[in-house]
């Protein structure tokens, strides 16, 4: 994949993540989301090691895996109007959401949960000799759960095919992630498990998509776990009705210096420039025409509540 | 064929028969694959099977039952075993958040074919954190099947239809039943999920038991029919779905109910049976309805002071006779 399409890539979820906060902002949208924002290189670097039938298990702030995955877009912003979504009907919004159609195992809305989900989903992969991996994403602060230590020495002992992406945003939700941890780097612990442990660029989809390779690379082969921890900040708040007062004065501001299609356009010349302002106006067109098509989703008929609670 | 079988052994034909007739079944925990489990209930399996369908994993509940979510989600069956009912509370998080919900807030687009084996109740010397009889959590709890089979035969028909079904499912044996021995029909036909079962009829008083308080249950009715108390005795089987029509049925000829578990009272599963029979047979009742649980203490670890919280028989009998002689 070349820079325009990375570039498109990442364009698609920021402009589908600031298009969110909008319909937050209208009343369009209930509850709280988990914004990406900065965090886009990530993703789009990741996915490109995947292919078809590798599963993706994120976090609540995971918009941008979905996105990635190809998961439709119509379908997201239905899901987090509440209406009947193609994907979860309504059940799930934000922080929940899935598609079996895409391999996309999931959100998760209890920090690190999806860790031993992604192990069972690898343990699968391992057990059919499908050659799949799974990747799961976590956030820094969910390095200090219990259940991501236990999923990892799972995978570990076990040898399943699990790719650990830690997105490291410094922020574990609204605490600094080094008042959290003795380690100076959290892929430092991959040692802990017998497992390797890289940190990365993660506002550089280059970067990240060469790590997250070596990784998968030796997951298909059976070699096991690996923890690639991507670097990168966090431009909007833990939640959409954070503030930051906690942050200190001008750390968003320098952070957008370093955000990852501003990076782009800062090493880009005039004649990718023109490309990249055009790939703004495709995206955001593509992006309003999904808010469109989104908002015609009927909303879920109450007389369906109690369906699916068992098969 | 009905073969006479020890619980434990029933329970180990039972996986037998999961792994020798469904390749997508894999099985894990504590201990169950080299050391064939504390109990003996996967006795032999691994030879038979192999590490790639029975292995031993870390002690670590929140890990390996979220795996077993996981590869349930992806095309596995998997049975996960927590070694004891007690070690469910470390990994709450998987039963309530996780297992539980998926297939609900997937809108059906994902299952999750899982069972999570574990043994439960008192047993003597046993202390607080390896006596609970956790079944009301689960049952709170939707989207998770909840099965207690009281017999042999029901410790091999529950677990098989546990591993067929599409939900995850609770499967909880009672660690004091594993001697008794009885017919246990290996060659049935797989039951579909769910029913209550009537073991002993009787037109007086109905009691309703699960796991463990069943045969408490029976041996009361014995002790009750030589003073002239003919007591219905329903073995209540699955919590969920619970088949209430059942109880309310035998409560309809009976007017009288009776409530028998080894769960502490408060908030038990007994007070669900309560309640639903104060709200569906209320016309019926013609005393209220008594409950027998443990009371409201942890689980003492000395017999002597085992013997003075955990129901018997003789409370069962005790509730009996306030209920059809006030």
Redesign the interface.
């Known amino acids: 994949m070349g820079l325009p399409d990375d570039y498109r890539l990442m364009a698609r979820i920021r402009r589908f993540e600031e298009r969110l906060a909008a319909l937050k902002d209208d009343g369009e949208i209930p509850g709280s989301i988990h914004l990406c924002n900065g965090q886009e290189a990530i993703p789009v670097g990741a996915c490109r090691a995947l292919r078809d039938g590798d599963h993706v298990t994120a976090t609540y702030r995971g918009h941008g895996w979905a996105v990635a995955r190809g998961v439709d877009m119509v379908g997201l912003f239905a899901e987090m109007m509440g209406r009947d979504s193609a994907l979860c009907g309504g059940r799930a919004a934000s922080p929940y959401l899935s598609d079996p159609s895409r391999w996309f195992v999931g959100e998760n809305s209890i920090v690190g949960a999806g860790v031993p989900v992604a192990a069972g989903a690898a343990l699968t992969a391992q057990r059919t000799g499908s050659g799949a991996v799974s990747l799961v994403s976590i956030g820094d602060g969910a390095m200090n759960q219990g259940n991501v230590h236990e999923g990892i020495n799972l995978a570990a002992v076990l040898d399943l095919p699990l790719v650990l992406v830690v997105e490291n945003n410094v922020y574990s939700e609204m605490s600094r992630i080094e008042d959290m941890v003795r380690v100076r780097q959290l892929a430092e612990r991959a040692a802990g498990y017998g497992i390797p442990g890289r940190v990365v660029d993660g506002n550089d989809a280059d970067a990240v998509a060469e790590a997250v390779t070596e990784a998968v690379t030796r997951a298909r082969e059976g070699a096991g776990p690996s923890i690639v921890e991507a670097m990168t900040e966090r431009l909007v708040g833990h939640y959409s009705g954070d503030v930051q007062h906690y942050r200190p004065a001008g750390e968003i501001a320098a952070a957008r210096g370093r955000e990852p299609l501003a990076r782009i356009r800062q090493a880009a010349d005039p004649a990718l420039t023109a490309r990249l302002d055009a790939i703004d106006a495709e995206v955001a067109a593509e992006v309003e025409a999904a808010v469109t098509a989104a908002r015609a989703v009927p909303f879920p008929d109450p007389a369906t509540a109690k369906e699916h609670v068992h098969v | 064929m009905s073969e006479s079988l020890r619980y434990i052994q029933a329970v180990n034909a039972a996986l037998t028969w999961a792994l020798d007739s469904r390749d997508d079944t ?1 099985y894990f925990g504590e201990d169950v694959a080299l050391p064939g489990g504390p109990f003996g209930a996967t006795k032999g399996l691994h030879k038979r099977f192999g590490s ?1 369908r029975i ?1 031993d ?2 002690i ?1 509940e ?15 069956r ?1 049975i996960a075993e927590i070694m004891y009912a007690d070690f469910s509370f470390v990994a709450m ?2 039963f309530v ?2 297992i539980s919900t ?10 999750a ?1 899982l069972v999570i084996r574990m043994q439960q109740g008192y047993s003597p010397g046993a202390c607080a954190q390896h006596s609970h009889s956790p079944e009301a959590y689960f049952a709170h709890t ?2 998770l ?1 909840v099965a207690l089979p009281a017999t042999p035969d029901d410790a091999y028909q529950m677990l098989r239809t546990a591993v067929i ?3 995850p499912v609770v499967v909880a044996e009672a660690r004091m039943l594993y001697p008794t021995r009885g017919p246990v029909r290996t060659d049935a036909p797989v039951e579909p999920v769910g029913g209550a079962r009537v073991v002993r009829p009787g037109d007086d008083v109905t009691v309703v038991a699960w796991s463990r308080m069943v045969g408490a249950a029976l041996d009361a009715a014995g002790e009750l029919a030589e003073e002239g108390i003919e007591a219905e005795v329903i073995d209540l089987r699955w919590l969920n779905p619970l088949d209430f029509d059942t109880v309310a049925a035998s409560v309809a000829r009976t007017g009288r109910l009776v409530v028998a578990h080894e769960a502490n009272l408060t908030g038990g599963f007994g007070a669900e049976i309560a309640a639903r029979a104060a709200a569906e047979c209320f016309a019926d009742l013609r005393a209220p309805v008594a409950r027998v649980a443990t009371p409201d203490v942890p689980m003492p670890a000395a017999p002597a002071l085992q013997a003075a919280v955990v129901p018997e028989a003789a409370d069962v009998v005790a509730a009996v006779r306030r209920t059809v002689r006030p």
């Open positions: 894999v790639a292995f994993t870390p670590s929140t890990g390996f039952l979220g795996m077993a979510l996981g590869a349930a989600m992806t095309g596995l998997p998080d998987q958040n996780q998926i297939h609900y807030s997937s809108n059906g687009r994902w299952r074919p939707p989207g099947r079904s599409d939900d």
